[in-house]
Structures are given as C-alpha cells and as structure tokens.
C-alpha cells in the first residue's frame, strides 16, 4: 500500500453517494409528510451502499481493498468511539431506570432558574469536557439529565442537546488532554499552552454569545410542581463529574458511573435487583447498535478513501486554491488551512482524524504564507470543532440525537456555538487578530 497516493476527486465518491441517500431519503420523506423522516432509511445501510461503490473503485485487488476497510474499522480512534457510545448508553439507561435522572432533574429546578438552565447546562458540558477531554464522554454523560430538563421545563428538545453538544465541544476544543489539541499542536510543531491561550482568545467571545443567546432563548421554559426525589441517585453523576475533573480515563469514567448507578438502584429503588440492573446494561448497548455501526462504516470508508487518493485530492486542491485568492498572502493561507481542514473533517466525521490528515498539508501552507504556527494549529482545531459539531452524520449528535429520541438533522441548526465559533474565527482571519 503507498504511503502517498495519487490524488483522485473519484475517491470521494462513497461519501458523497452516503450523503445523497442518508440526507436525501431524509429530505424527501419530510417532504411528504412522513413521521420520523431522517429514520426512514438508516444511516448504516446507506453506509453500507457507499462502501460498495468504494471497493468498486481504485486498482488494488478487492482483498487488498477489504483489508484496508477493516484496518480503517478497526483503527484505535474508531474503537475507542465505539467504546464510549456502548458505555455511555448503558450508563444512561441504567441512571434512568434507577430514577437517576428524575432526581437530577428535580434537584436542578430547585437550583435553577428555568431561564438559566440552557446556559447552565452549557457551562457544566464546556466544564466537564475540558477536565475529561473528549466530547463524547461528556455528551454520554449529561444528555440524558438535558431531556430530562427539557421534558420538565417545556424546552425544545434540540435546542436544549445544542447547549450540551456546544459546550462539549468548547471543551474539547481547548482541554489541553484532548486528542485535538495534542495533533493540531504536533502537527504544527506549538507548545500546547501557546496554542490554548491562542484559542480561548477566539473561544470565549463565542461562548458569551452562546450563553447570552441561550439564557434569552431559554426565558419561556415552565415547569410544574414535581415531587422531591431522592437526592442519593443523584450521586452517579455527581461521580462521574469528579472523577472526569481528576483526569481519570473516560473509559474507567463511564465505567464507574454504570457500577454506582447500579449500586445506587440496588440499595435505594424499590424492587431494581440484580438481574434488571444487567437487563438495563444490555438495552443500553443495544439502544446505541446504530451509531457505533455507523462508526465503524465511517472509519473504514475513511481509510478506504484516504488510500485511494481522495484526501490526497481534497489536500491539493485547497492548497492550489491559496494562490487564486487575492486577499493576501497570510489572510489566504489562513483561509486556505480553515479549508482544509474542514473538508476533510465533512468527509472523515472524525475531528481528530481531519486535523492528522490536514496537519502537513497545513503546515506547508503556515510556512509558505508566513502564517504563525500557533494560529495554524489554533485554526486547525477551532474549525475541525465546528464542523464535527453540526455535521449530522457526526459521532456528537448522533449520540445526543439517540440519547435524546430526536432526529440529528433537527439538532444541526441547534448547536448555537459551532456557529458562533465559525463566525468569530472568520472575523479572526480577516482582522488577523489575535496574533500568537
């Protein structure tokens, strides 16, 4: 297999045909009125279509290409993503039959204004995925307690999994121990904390404007008189946060927080015994099945695409792109680098994959256009953030989308921050400030 392929935009088309069905299955069916439209055809078997036009396509011989598939399937990054959506549904389902996320509920009405739970749940999500890391982890966590605010105040559902995945990915975006942070910054050759100081500068002033818009947005929610829960199922959640701010793998994370939940069941909800705690396990990896499938398709696709040139391709053509726009030299390479890397985040799914794939295309740009290679990797990260954060195929809302019962198109508008970000980066490039 060559370490680089020739370029070839015909690489690309698995992934295009997967969107064309997924999105427009999904288009045509909300069209005609249909319940549930984007859950007509499931994104796994359109997935499945698009891998066999990818083994359709390249020289190699069809073993070579299928091993290749399972490489991309079976790669670290892949099955550490697996691993969170199996754990993250068990945890959730095992914290909602216990009455877990009733209590959390009630106790943050009594907390909380019903105007400022929206910005709250922001907070707590930014807070917890930069202590944890990953979005993933933090989206696994909190979402469950998010419908459960939503159903209890009358908010809309979408809007409410849009101020968890927006903070989840404020987090993730600037944790120093996040996979993003640690290849952007490799790539580009930066120390880490140039490259956070740098970021927040770009971050914050869209965070505010998230938590202003959603502190207004949130100014309808009503909730009704509940009764007082026990305040001790409360406590798998209360674990999980500490334990993600003390650094602990959000695997082992997750892992604890299912053990507590059931202990918490065992000891405190009338008639939860041992075998519904496993029967509630089990129904909690089965509810995630289609999400991790889909991974598992991307990821292989991925490889697939990314062997046969098409990454190749997309790298060369942005770059080729620098010199047609006459906005000068470094405001080019800066728009060029956001390109790039964002191209490659819509095709791979994967945001920490994007910036590896992007990360020398990236640095040639920095260089040639003088750009700072702080920016570069501050760049790199902030728009593999936005984009992994509204694409609907993405691992982020297809896991609050499931956790929440809603469709992930309808969350793609909702994730106020992403968007936010985007405009305030673009205004970034074209200021060029901050500088590093």
Not at 4 to 30: D, N
Not at 75 to 83: A, E, G, K, Q, R
Not at 131 to 142: D, F, K, N, V, Y
Not at 144 to 153: D, H, K, S
Request: hydrophobic residues 55%.
């Amino acid at each position: 297999m060559n370490s680089t392929p020739r370029a070839s935009a015909w690489a690309l088309l698995p992934l295009l045909v997967f969107l064309a069905l997924f999105l427009g299955s999904g288009l045509y069916h909300s069209h005609i009125g249909t319940d549930f439209a984007f859950y007509q055809l499931k994104a796994p078997v359109a997935a499945l279509v698009a891998l066999l036009v990818a083994l359709c396509l390249g020289r190699e011989s069809l073993n070579r290409k299928l091993d290749t598939f399972i490489a991309g399937i079976g790669d670290s990054t892949i099955i550490l993503m697996c691993l969170v959506f199996l754990l993250a549904g068990a945890f959730a389902a095992v914290t909602k039959a216990i009455g877990g996320v009733d209590a959390t509920v009630s106790l943050g009405l009594s907390l909380l204004p019903e105007q400022l739970i929206l910005p709250g749940l922001f907070i707590v999500a930014a807070f917890l995925a930069t202590a944890m890391g990953t979005s993933m982890g933090t989206i696994g966590a909190l979402a469950p307690v998010a419908a459960g605010f939503a159903q209890a105040t009358g908010l809309d559902m979408p809007l409410t999994m849009g101020a968890v995945i927006g903070g989840a990915m404020f987090g993730d975006n600037l944790s120093i121990i996040s996979d993003t942070t640690i290849a952007a910054t490799r790539s580009q050759n930066v120390g880490m904390r140039d490259k956070f100081m740098l970021n927040l500068r770009i971050a914050l002033p869209a965070a505010i404007a998230t938590l202003l818009l959603l502190a207004w947005l949130g100014t309808g929610a009503q909730s009704e008189p509940r009764e007082s829960a026990n305040v001790w199922l409360v406590l798998p959640y209360v674990a999980v946060l500490a334990l993600a701010i003390s650094g602990l793998n959000v695997i082992l994370v997750l892992l604890a927080g299912i053990v507590l939940s059931g202990i918490s069941g065992l000891l405190l909800a009338p008639d939860y015994g041992v075998l519904k705690f496993g029967n509630d396990i089990y129904a909690g990896f089965a509810g995630m099945l289609e999400i991790m499938l889909l991974s598992m398709l991307i990821g292989g696709l991925s490889a697939l695409m990314k062997t046969q040139g098409g990454l190749a391709w997309l790298s060369q053509g942005i770059a080729k792109l620098t010199t047609l726009l006459a906005i000068g030299q470094r405001r080019a390479g800066e728009f060029a680098i956001a390109a790039v890397v964002s191209l490659a985040n819509l095709f791979v799914a994967n945001n920490t994959v994007a910036i590896i794939l992007s990360g020398e295309v990236a640095k040639n740009i920095a260089q040639k256009d003088n750009v700072d290679p702080k920016r570069s990797a501050s760049l790199l990260d902030i728009f593999s953030c936005v984009v992994q954060g509204v694409i609907p195929w993405g691992a982020q809302i297809l896991l609050a989308g499931s956790l929440a019962g809603v469709s992930p198109l309808a969350l793609v508008s909702s994730v106020y921050y992403c968007w936010l970000l985007a405009a305030v980066a673009v205004v970034s490039i074209i200021l060029g400030r901050p500088r590093g």
